[in-house]
Nanobody
Framework: QVQLVESGGGSVQAGGSLTLSCVVS????????LGWFRQVPGKEREGVAN????????NYADSVKGRFTISRDNARSTVYLQMNSLKPEETGTYYC?????????????????WGQGAQVTVSS
């Protein structure tokens, strides 16, 4: 079975950086997308970024372009989200998720498997 496990969450001051990791196991098919989503208090779950595990093609939410970078390792077992210049309003729970196809990359309903989330707290 497919499992996704996030790590790397924590607390930082505004303007600081964190790198999240998502380890993927239990899948024999590398033709999929890995997305990062976040749940910020008072808001709907939103897509942050995603990456195609074969081509490394990426998508980013407009709000994080230039600050966040999504990448994968060469073994296609781990996906990273490097987050720079973090803002207090980005405090929330960050999830990695797997999708095989989608109409809209940022739509959570396109993703069938989810990790349990990593807490990110950005203090002012």
């Amino acid at each position: 079975q497919v499992q996704l496990v996030e790590s790397g969450g924590g607390s930082v001051q505004a303007g600081g950086s964190l790198t999240l990791s998502c380890v993927v196991s239990g899948t024999s098919n590398d033709y999929y997308f890995l997305g990062w989503f976040r749940q910020v208090p008072g808001k709907e779950r939103e897509g942050v970024a995603n990456i195609h595990m074969i081509t490394r093609s990426t998508n980013y939410a407009d709000s994080v372009k230039g600050r966040f970078t999504i990448s994968r390792d060469n073994a296609r077992s781990t996906v990273y989200l490097q987050m720079n210049s973090l803002k207090p309003e980005e405090t929330g729970t960050y999830y990695c998720a797997r999708a095989t196809n989608y109409d809209r990359w940022y739509d959570p309903q396109s993703y069938s498997y989810w990790g349990q989330g990593a807490q990110v707290t950005v203090s002012s």
